[in-house]
């Protein structure tokens, strides 16, 4: 009976890897819709203002089940595992892979993940160590967390990582981060969505700047300095002029999102990743009792 149960957890699993992959593509979340909405009411610029508005109809073309890019990304898959149920990791692993493939096959979409060297395709949106996967565990929790989020190249190429002095200290890193919206201008889809990666190890800190982006748009750290400081950075980006797809304009960003770990007292690690304007992104809670699930639910 145990063993029924859990192999029914696994179907499940897959099924939802699978859906939030083709919803992410599809349905545009609503807070970026929102954010979208205000900024071209506060938009000065009317060329800036049109560029937001075409992108609001582009979410409602997906909306009627069309994808609103053709960059259908690199997968990546964020596990939050409730410690309330033993299950195997490497068998998540491979669900979360089977899951990815039937998304590509059976809605069915462009794969974009090739060989490094060879630039082979296999067409299924899989290879080796893609879909990329970061787990995390709940103490007591009787479910698990997953978020979906797929990474064009657009806003990946647009990455950055350095590892400042601690003498720098916060000018440097906001100069750092404002020297990263520059470069990247237009490239990366503007108005995005700007994660901001502080401390911890350099690996850790590229993963927290890009979990960053995906908390919802207007919803800030709680740690009040850290909010001070997204709000200080989103307000100076804005500045910049990029506006939106490059063209100019007040919105080159819809916000600034920071994520933190303390780190070794000798550095001060800072990466910035960004996410285009589409801030594609689906989440859902699976219980384990009941397998229900539960897509209201965000990370």
């Known amino acids: ?17 699978r859906e939030a992959y083709v919803m992410s593509l599809k349905d545009i979340p609503p807070d970026v819709r929102r ?35 053709q960059d ?29 493939r039937r998304a590509t096959l059976e809605t069915p ?25 970061h787990m995390d565990f709940t103490a007591g929790a009787d479910y698990l967390d997953l978020l979906m989020m797929p990474k064009g ?5 647009w990455s950055f990582l350095k590892m400042l002095l601690p003498a720098d200290g916060e000018p440097g890193i906001r100069d750092f981060i404002l020297r990263c919206v520059a470069d990247a201008g237009g490239k990366a889809c503007p108005p995005l969505v700007v994660g901001v990666g502080l401390g911890g190890s350099s690996d850790q800190c590229v993963a927290l700047a890009k979990e960053a982006t995906a908390r919802p748009v207007g919803q800030r750290h709680p740690d009040p300095k850290v909010a001070a400081f997204e709000e200080d950075m989103l307000a100076r980006i804005n500045k910049l002029g990029i506006g939106p797809q490059g063209l100019g304009g007040d919105t080159t960003a819809l916000d600034v999102h920071i994520e933190r770990a303390w780190t070794h007292n000798s550095m001060n690690p800072v990466a910035v990743n960004m996410q285009c304007w589409r801030g ?18 965000s990370w």
């Open 1 to 17: 009976m145990i063993t029924e149960v859990v192999e029914k957890f696994y179907t499940v699993l897959q099924d939802v890897a």
């Open 35 to 69: 954010a979208l909405k205000a900024a071209i009411e506060r938009e000065s610029e009317p060329r800036a203002a049109q560029i937001m508005r075409t992108m609001l109809d582009a979410a409602e073309l997906g909306d009627k089940n069309m994808m609103v890019c």
């Open 280 to 297: 594609e992104r689906r989440a859902a809670r699976i219980h384990y009792d009941d397998l229900h699930v539960d897509w209201s639910y």
């Open 109 to 133: 979409f462009r794969s974009s993940i090739v060989h490094p060297i060879t630039r082979k395709n296999r067409q299924d949106s899989t290879g080796e160590d893609i879909p990329v996967l």
């Open 153 to 157: 190249s657009g806003s990946e190429n």
């Open 72 to 100: 259908t990304g690199i997968p990546i898959y964020w596990l939050r595992i409730g410690t309330g149920a033993h299950v195997d990791g490497a068998r998540i692993k491979q669900e979360i892979e089977a899951g990815t």
